[in-house]
Structures are given as structure tokens and as C-alpha cells.
């Protein structure tokens, strides 16, 4: 069992910057990828960016590349999102999510979930 949980969430101005955390217990979590994804109200859950195993690769959504930054630090088992220039169309609920398999581009590739911190950009 993986457990994820999920900090560093806010309300910041347009423009500025908040880098989320998600720490994840047990000692397997090199073996999985890792990715955020968000949720509006009234919105369906969106992938925002997703990292492998050992920072092999990363990929990100359209509307945040050059903004967004996904990294990890396996010593840590924790996972970050620095999000930098945000736009109140960014506002939502962050959740981070472990994927035990190669997958990492849609909700059924990942197996275990957060629980999610708000992010409130305001114009």
C-alpha cells in the first residue's frame, strides 16, 4: 500500500508562484511513476504532469509547459509541482497519484491517490 499525501496548496495573485509537495510512505516509491492532476469545480479531473521512475522522463499538459515544473526526490519519497506565472484558470484542487505499471498518461494507469490541496489563483 502506498499513502500520499499532499501540502503546500494556497491563495496567491495572478503571476505568482507555489511549489506543491506530495509525500508518499513506504519504501517502494522508485518503483513508481508519479503524476499531478487537478480538478475545477464542475470540471472533470485533468492531467497536469507526470514523471517516471528515476526522473527518465517527463510530460506535461499543453496549458502549463514553460510554467510547471514535476520532480522527485526518491530519498525523500516525496514528489513536487513548482508552479510558476499562475493564471486564475490554474485554480483547482491538486492531487498527486502513483502509477505501479509503464503508463502514466491516463487516470487508469494510476493506483494509488491523494487526497488532494486547493490552489486559489485570484486575478
Known amino acids: 500500500q502506498v499513502q500520499l499525501v499532499e501540502s503546500g496548496g494556497g491563495l496567491v495573485q495572478a503571476g505568482g508562484s507555489l511549489r506543491l509537495s506530495c509525500a508518499a510512505s513506504?519504501?517502494?516509491?522508485?518503483?513508481?511513476?508519479m503524476g499531478w492532476f487537478r480538478q475545477a469545480p464542475g470540471k472533470e479531473r485533468e492531467f497536469v504532469a507526470a514523471i517516471t521512475r528515476n526522473d527518465l522522463f517527463t510530460h506535461y499538459t499543453d496549458s502549463v509547459k514553460g510554467r510547471f515544473t514535476i520532480s522527485r526526490d526518491n530519498a525523500k519519497n516525496t514528489v513536487y509541482l513548482q508552479m510558476n506565472n499562475l493564471e486564475p484558470e490554474d485554480t483547482a484542487v491538486y492531487s498527486c497519484a502513483a502509477a505501479a505499471g509503464s503508463g502514466y498518461t491516463r487516470l487508469s494507469d494510476y493506483n494509488y491517490w491523494g487526497q488532494g490541496t486547493q490552489v486559489t489563483v485570484s486575478s
Open positions: 513506504g519504501r517502494t516509491f522508485n518503483r513508481y511513476s
